[in-house]
């Protein structure tokens, strides 16, 4: 089982920017993802990285606004976050998966406790 701890959500105005951390722990895996659930919703992929972090899927609805990167030294994954829409607004949830390029939150098995990003107007 991995330990994954989310942090840097908060409350932001739209257009801004916001820096989410996910630290790991335990043992390894091979893709690490950021899904996000609004109230009401179902939970949605936002990004993905693999080990080397030569590939980062991205949902269509954050490409160009919406940066993955994980510094492995630190066992971290970042989700910079910039140019933020009301409709960004939900707890944001980091993920572990063994499965290379997972985007469906079916292949991750290890998920963090979430972290709330609210963007007003």
């Known amino acids: 089982q991995v330990q994954l701890v989310e942090s840097g959500g908060g409350l932001v105005q739209a257009g801004g920017s916001l820096r989410l951390s996910c630290v790991a722990s335990?043992?390894?895996?091979?893709?690490v993802g950021w899904f996000r659930q609004a109230p009401g919703k179902g939970r949605d992929f936002v990004a993905a990285i693999t080990w080397s972090g030569d590939t980062t899927p991205y949902a269509d609805s954050v490409k160009g606004r919406f940066t993955i990167s994980r510094d492995n030294a630190k066992n971290t994954v970042y989700l910079q976050m910039m140019s933020l829409k009301l409709e960004d607004t939900a707890v944001y949830y980091c993920?572990?998966?063994?499965?290379?390029?997972?985007?469906?939150?079916?292949?991750?098995?290890?998920w963090g406790q979430g972290t709330q990003v609210t963007v007003s107007s």
């Open positions: 335990g043992r390894t895996f091979d893709t």
């Open positions: 993920a572990a998966s063994r499965v290379t390029l997972a985007t469906s939150g079916v292949y991750f098995d290890s």
